[in-house]
């Protein structure tokens, strides 16, 4: 959010400037943004008739091929059927960080290299979906959609870590961030794909021109949830949703993407998430609804996709996640009861929901925090990994747990994914909480092949019984299994 906000600081400064150059008789205190008229603006000067493309020539080499190749008038897409149509036994891994990007490292081919460099072991460790963070420049506040040379890394090698996943049989997910978009050099010019102003909503931040019909915004107002570092799109209009689904369907049949992670979804509904999935055909999607109301989340799955809902996208269990490290951190193990089920999605529709004990969002904004993490939140979040990878619903490890914290913490996280495998956990298992009270929380799970018993809190003398095998354990939790 604060990078966003300086560049757009930055760039507004230096168009002030520019203009000021520009006039002998201009001052730079009579300079008001709202009295600037679109001719005035040096990126709307026609030369011979012709606006001069701006921004990357290969981001605009790739759009022009892949709005005549993807259009709706020239391409159909098919039909796969959707990981999450039925029960679901894979383990996906959060594949960044905040901090894994140019801004704070610099390994020799940008962070795609690392993600190549890791597939093999991402697989054997047992994961089958990694999540990559957005693929185009400016990332989640994005300007070029087909600049795919990002602060992530070059296009060159964003090409070879998919291709790296596909080659251990591993699905991977594109961050897909369309509610909202920056200019290339400014608020509004957006180029690859090239639109004007009026696809912004009427009520975003930008000013606009106010001798224009409608500021010369959309006259529509923002359907859902705004965005202050960048322009909030309207998604009603035919040009957005045309280069929207061209760009997954690019994103999905170029670069070999085979689903999406949908960014802040609040902030347009749900049936745009329906048009763009029919349009791409993902194998797989999820949206960051980011609430903790389970009602609305559920509510915003069912908005995706018609009855009976087979296709509908999963969503992330915020419910769940709160939760869990409400829980944790304080013993108090009822919140995780919701009458004999699970407090979460999970309790409702677990098929759909994708469980997680920390992403990029909810953990601490430090750059130090990776490495300098107290032992006490470290045995909090492994606590989590117990409960989210031996309870239904997709479970999500984040990288920075499994790969900064040491070999011993990912080779605990590593068992307890063994566990799930062997049990034949799915996103769909039974489940029966037998304890969730105040140090002690307890349940059985049915796996295909096992059951799994799951324990957590300070309360040590609770266990299932000498027929049950002790599997894994560690501070506060622990995990059994007994053949069916």
């Keep these: 959010m604060q990078k966003g906000i300086l560049s757009l600081i930055l760039s507004g400064l ?155 049989n591993i699905y991977v997910l594109a961050d897909v961030v369309l509610n909202h978009r920056n200019g290339t050099a400014d608020w509004y010019d957006f180029t690859n794909p090239d639109w004007p102003s009026t696809i912004i ?9 106010p001798d224009k019909p409608n500021r010369g915004k959309s006259p529509n107002y923002d359907e859902g949830q705004g965005d202050w570092g960048c322009r909030d799109l309207d998604h009603r209009q035919e040009i957005v949703q045309q280069d929207a689904k061209i760009f997954l369907r690019f994103l999905r049949n170029e670069l070999g993407f085979d689903g999406w992670r949908y960014d802040m979804v609040k902030g347009y509904p749900p049936y745009y998430v329906k048009l763009y ?29 018609d009855p009976p809902r087979t296709n509908a996208s999963s969503a992330f269990d915020f419910t769940t996640r709160y939760n869990l490290v409400a829980a944790v951190e304080s013993e108090r193990y009822e919140i995780l009861n919701d009458n004999g089920k699970p407090s979460g999605v999970i309790g409702w529709w677990p098929q759909k929901s994708v469980t997680f004990i920390e992403n990029h969002d909810t953990s601490p904004r430090d750059p130090n925090f990776i490495a300098t993490a107290s032992n006490e939140y470290k045995i909090q979040r492994m606590m989590g990994y117990a409960y989210i990878l031996t309870h239904p619903g997709i479970p999500c490890v984040f990288w920075p747990h499994f790969y900064d914290w040491g070999n011993e913490y990912k080779e605990k996280i590593k068992s307890l994914i063994k566990i799930r495998k062997n049990a034949g956990i799915s996103s769909t298992s039974p489940i029966k909480i037998l304890a969730a009270q105040n140090e002690l929380y307890a349940a059985v799970i049915e796996g295909d092949k096992q059951y799994v018993v799951v324990k957590l809190g300070k309360n040590w003398g609770w266990y299932p019984g000498d027929n049950w095998k002790l599997e894994t354990s560690g501070e506060r939790y622990a995990v059994w299994t007994h053949p069916k």
């Excluded at 921004?55 to 190749?69: F, Q, Y």
């Excluded at 909503?201 to 021109?209: K, L, M, T, Y």
């Excluded at 999935?277 to 995706?304: C, H, K, M």
């Design 14 to 168: 230096f168009f002030a400037l520019s203009l000021f150059s520009q006039s002998n008789n201009l001052k730079l205190e009579d300079i008001k943004i709202n009295d600037i008229k679109v001719s005035e603006l040096p990126s709307q000067k026609p030369e011979n008739n012709l606006q001069k493309p701006k921004g990357s020539p290969r981001a605009r080499e790739l759009w022009l091929k892949a709005k005549e190749k993807y259009s709706d008038k020239n391409f159909k897409s098919s039909k796969s059927t959707k990981l999450d149509s039925k029960a679901n036994y894979m383990v996906m891994l959060q594949g960044f960080h905040w901090y894994a990007d140019s801004y704070w490292y610099n390994p020799p081919n940008g962070w795609w290299g690392v993600l190549a460099d890791k597939a093999k072991d991402i697989a054997d460790s047992g994961f089958e979906i990694v999540w990559f963070p957005p693929v185009s420049r400016g990332s989640y506040y994005p300007t070029e959609w087909y600049n795919l040379d990002s602060q992530w890394g070059k296009e060159e090698h964003l090409r070879r870590a998919i291709k790296e996943m596909h080659k251990y």
């Design 201 to 209: 909503v009427q009520d975003d931040e930008w000013p606009g021109f």
């Design 277 to 305: 999935n029919y349009a791409s055909d993902p194998v797989f999607s999820v949206g960051e609804f980011y609430d903790t109301n389970r009602q609305l989340i559920v509510n915003w799955i069912d908005g995706t996709d």
